[in-house]
């Protein structure tokens, strides 16, 4: 059987959409015509370009589907994991468990990748390799744990551990970006607040003083020059502020160029700090989770070196892998890399000499999402007081420069 999304009318006229499996086209319109349903168009979700035949078609059909079809969200992936994991768990085949994780959910998108997955999978292909025509929903490393689950046997186990490990990780980014929503609207507001007082209040209030034929005070002409300066250029240096984002993203499109950036940012002193935790974090909880998971140690650091974002580390790794292969001692090759945290290198060398590498690398892991959670709350506590102390120096500065002359002439009177 196959997936087929249609588009059909009820009863009343009304236009519905949906997916719904069969063997062809006609006989999913014969079915949809004893739902009481009119078919306007019926597609196969397995083939867009029903007139493409042979390898090339199949070739380019993949190629598309990776651009432009459907993608499961970070919340779809980790539930419909975990509900495959407890289906399966309890004694479920895996064809009936996936048709029933695709009726639980209402969104025909995701009907549509999980009745496709079905179909493979009844067609005689892995699980691994129904998943990978979908790239986009799932990663290298969600499909290697499955074809490493699928090997041992333990396919439910696999996938129960699989879905805990992305639901932590969705609620360590979670916190980290609720962690930075106030301070950066603090932020946009502080500078907001001193740019409508600049352009619009101050010249009302000095324009005054720039008729009289005394000298004003350093800091009054100060504030009339930033004044003017905001009020003439600033649509100009809002663009050029614009235009330089944009341009210095386009020169980190460059690889070369965007390995001397993430280099710069591993020498800042905090922000190392931050970058540093996040990725080992990051980079070990993956690890643990495919060694567990049965696949062999220097596929797992391929794999996991994937994961990382910042591409020194990522070339780090990339030698860490190199002299694992080379017969050296994970914890050796972490160490000579020079980036990784000690505490990682210390548990991963006790975890090589006991045998419980995964349980250290997830001990680890744990401790450092936890540390970084800390590190983020002071710097965040740091910061918000800090853009206050700013905004309130900001507007100390224009009231200072504006009341100055003001009380020279009370004098003078």
Request: glycine residues 6%; contains cysteine.
């Amino acid at each position: 059987m196959a997936a087929f999304t249609y588009t059909a009318l009820n009863s009343t006229g009304k236009t519905v959409k949906g997916v719904i499996e069969g063997d062809s086209e006609r006989q999913v319109r014969a079915q949809l015509r004893t739902q009481q349903l009119k078919p306007l168009t019926v597609s196969s979700t397995n083939d867009k370009k029903s007139k493409n035949t042979g390898a090339k078609a199949s070739k380019n059909k993949s190629f598309l589907s990776s651009l432009f079809g459907p993608k499961l969200t970070v919340k779809e992936r980790a539930l419909i994991t975990r509900q495959l994991a407890s289906l399966l768990l309890s004694g479920l085949p895996l064809d009936e468990a996936i048709n029933t994780a695709a009726k639980q959910t209402t969104k025909p998108s995701t009907q549509s990748i999980l009745l496709s997955i079905r179909s493979r999978v009844l067609e005689g292909h892995s699980l691994a390799q129904a998943f990978g025509e979908h790239p986009k929903s799932f990663d290298n490393m969600y499909r290697s744990m499955v074809r490493a689950g699928e090997s041992s046997g333990y396919l439910g186990q696999v996938l129960e551990q699989l879905a805990e490990y992305i639901e932590r990780s969705q609620y360590t980014a979670s916190k980290l970006k609720a962690a930075m929503i106030y301070p950066i609207v603090l932020l946009c507001v502080s500078v907001s607040v001193v740019a409508i007082l600049m352009v619009f209040v101050v010249p009302d209030l000095v324009g005054m003083f720039q008729r009289s034929e005394r000298e004003l005070p350093f800091i009054t002409r100060v504030l009339i020059g930033a004044s003017n300066g905001l009020s003439n250029y600033g649509i100009y240096i809002l663009i050029a502020i614009i235009a330089a984002i944009f341009g210095f993203k386009s020169l980190l499109k460059n690889e070369k160029n965007l390995r001397a950036w993430h280099s710069f940012t591993l020498k800042v002193p905090l922000v190392k700090d931050v970058i540093l935790l996040a990725e080992s974090s990051r980079f070990a909880g993956t690890l643990s989770l495919l060694v567990e998971s049965g696949v062999p140690l220097l596929q797992a650091l391929r794999i996991a070196t994937q994961v990382l974002s910042n591409t020194a580390l990522r070339h780090a790794c990339t030698d860490v892998s190199r002299s694992v292969q080379e017969g050296g001692s994970l914890h050796k090759a972490l160490k000579n890399a020079g980036w990784f945290p000690p505490l990682l290198v210390q548990m991963t060398a006790s975890g090589e000499a006991n045998g419980t590498l995964d349980k250290q690398l997830k001990h680890c892991a744990t401790n450092q999402e936890r540390e970084l959670e800390m590190m983020l709350t002071t710097v965040m506590g740091i910061f918000e007081p800090a853009i206050v102390v700013i905004m309130g120096i900001s507007i100390a500065f224009i009231m200072i420069a504006i009341l100055l002359p003001i009380f020279e002439l009370n004098q003078l009177a």
